[in-house]
């Protein structure tokens, strides 16, 4: 077997793509560690976007003009460009969406409304965003089927030993988790539950929304049923995220939103469906966008999400030594090698608010709050975290501002 | 912004010791809030004097940041001895003035929580009018 050869990304070179560190912040350079909530974007997905609105512009799949036809190719380009990132067998399994919260909603509405009953389970992690919570347990409760909770244990990791006292509970229909987690980093060992799941029968649904952008992302590798993710956490604009599904699924499926394009013949009587995956793409799509989440994946692949995995890995080492040096802070989630480039923490005595606030003055921008989990928050017995979060662009001085930023709001605030 | 402008020392002060901190049983009037953007918890409990009406004690409890905990303390100080109506009408500008330094939005939801949490409890028990922008507060149900 030919050995991968590893490549290393060059962080600050890649920084020159990204005009947003071209600025200070309070006087200092930007040390933006907050790129699990959003990426910035380089210049070639800017560019890519300028020059479609300028060159290529108009509807998609409506007009036989050339305008249109250039629009509808590099639409659909990019709906292939998405399949390639993921593995996916084929670009008609690949949705656009607005983002993947978006996307997990259609899977909650579209297939859990149909295939949830009484006596039926859908299971989510506590690891979950809400993105992949709430909709699981709204649509559950509709249906009149139940929620379950895979527990994670205090390092933040799941806590698989409890599988098989929920599969007691019910028939389990659906299983939902994340790949990586937003507020920990936590890697899931998603093909145990696909594994899990599949044995009873379920549905397998991966929101890959923090995964996307720092881990390779296959979905055959995985064996999942359906993946989500956002452009706008990989180098892309916001507004557009994909939903990859099974093809057999995604056709047995009803529709999500309704409207044009998404129709094969509307009739008073009666409308009926279009083709998967026009089926789900009801009016207009964030066609400009979905052309920089094109240029998005051009981005990552010319630099190997393998090596932005390895840099955030390298990252996170030195940020949760470093931190680990400073008393009063507290760390939560797993070690090093088990977790993406996030690093969430709180410092004794002083409420995240404080520190991002502190660290605002210093030019280093954090994430203060609950990150949309407020079940793992009541896990980890806190209301917020702060949580630093690295990126194909993050230099390690960054991390000796952020250790000196809470250094600082230690003197003040302690 | 320097942080050592925004944490004053009379920021500071209240928030490493704050005044009014703690619960009055059987409290005349008293609601709790959250702040759904950091999680952040205020309670506040009030006792009104023999009128009924003007506030005799009042205290806080909850958790949140330098901001919250240091407005909600010098809230304390700023509504002892006034009317339930009095305070209704309190607009928020009074609070903010004392609190003194420059406000982010997202700061400025820290700095009148704990205004909001108590024209809510003196809303419940006395029905005092509550404007638009605290009701958010009074439909919230917590645990």
Redo the contacts between chains.
């Keep these: 077997m030919a050995v991968k050869a590893q490549s290393r990304l060059d962080a600050r070179r890649l920084r020159a793509d990204f005009p947003i560190f071209e600025q200070q912040i ?1 006087g200092k350079p930007l040390a933006y560690l907050d790129s699990a909530v959003t990426s910035q974007k380089p210049r070639q997905v800017l560019d890519a976007m300028h020059t479609f609105y300028e060159t290529s512009y108009a509807n998609v799949h409506r007009g036989v003009y050339t305008l249109s036809e250039r629009a509808t190719a590099e639409f659909e380009q990019a709906r292939e460009k998405v399949a390639g990132f993921i593995n996916a067998p084929s670009a008609r399994e690949i949705v656009f969406t607005r983002q993947a919260t978006e996307a997990l909603n259609l899977i909650a509405y579209a297939w859990g409304l149909n295939n949830l009953g009484p006596g039926d389970l859908a299971v989510v992690t506590e690891l979950e965003h809400h993105s992949n919570f709430v909709p699981w347990q709204y649509i559950a409760k509709r249906a009149g089927a139940e929620l379950r909770m895979i527990r994670v244990t205090d390092d933040g990791e799941l806590d698989l030993d409890g599988l098989d006292e929920i599969g007691r509970d019910g028939a389990v229909k659906v299983v939902a988790t994340n790949l990586v987690s937003n507020a920990l980093g936590t890697i899931n060992p998603v093909e145990k539950l696909v594994e899990w799941a599949h044995a009873r029968g379920a549905i397998m649904v991966v929101d890959a929304a923090q995964a996307a952008p720092h881990h390779p992302v296959d979905v055959q590798a995985l064996g999942c049923d359906f993946l989500a993710l956002s452009a706008h956490k990989m180098c892309g604009p916001t507004g557009v995220g994909a939903l990859w599904g099974r093809r057999e699924l995604l056709e047995a499926m009803e529709p999500f939103n309704l409207g044009g394009h998404m129709i094969s013949k509307v009739r008073f009587e009666e409308t009926t469906w279009g083709e998967v995956p026009q089926k789900f793409e009801a009016g207009t799509m964030p066609i400009a966008e979905a052309v920089g989440l094109g240029a998005a994946i051009d981005y990552l692949n010319g630099i190997g999400v393998e090596a932005v995995e390895a840099h955030e890995q390298e990252l996170a080492a030195v940020a949760l030594e470093r931190l680990g040096d400073v008393p009063g802070v507290l760390l939560y989630g797993p070690p090093a090698d088990r977790r993406a480039g996030i690093v969430s923490f709180n410092v004794e005595g ?5 520190v991002s ?2 660290l605002d ?2 030019g280093v921008a954090i994430r ?3 990150h949309c989990c ?1 079940p793992l ?1 009541t896990r980890l017995g806190v ?2 975290t702060n949580r630093a979060s690295f990126y194909l662009y993050t230099v390690p001085e960054e991390i000796d501002r952020l250790v000196d930023g809470i250094r ?2 230690q003197k ?2 302690g | 912004m320097a942080a050592e402008d925004l944490y004053r020392e009379v920021i500071l002060d209240h928030y490493k010791n704050p005044r009014g901190h703690g619960v009055i049983e059987n409290a005349d009037a008293q609601a709790e809030g959250v702040n759904p953007l950091c999680g952040d918890e205020v309670s506040i409990f009030v006792q009104f004097a023999d009128d009924g009406e003007t506030v005799e004690d009042v205290k806080f409890s909850g958790r949140g940041c330098a901001i919250s905990q240091a407005s909600t303390s010098m809230l304390m100080e700023m509504v002892k001895g006034r009317t339930a109506h009095e305070i209704a009408e309190l607009p928020k500008e009074e609070l903010l003035g004392e609190v003194g330094i420059p406000l982010t939005p997202i700061r400025l939801k820290c700095a009148l929580l704990g205004l909001g949490v108590l024209k809510v409890a003196l809303h419940r028990a006395k029905g005092t009018p509550l404007p638009e922008e605290w009701a958010g507060l009074d439909e919230l149900e917590l645990s």
């Excluded at chain 1, 002083?350 to 404080?354: A, M």
């Design positions: 309070h002083i409420h995240p608010h404080d606030q502190v003055s210093e203060a709050g609950h407020q928050m209301a917020a600082k709001a003040i605030l």
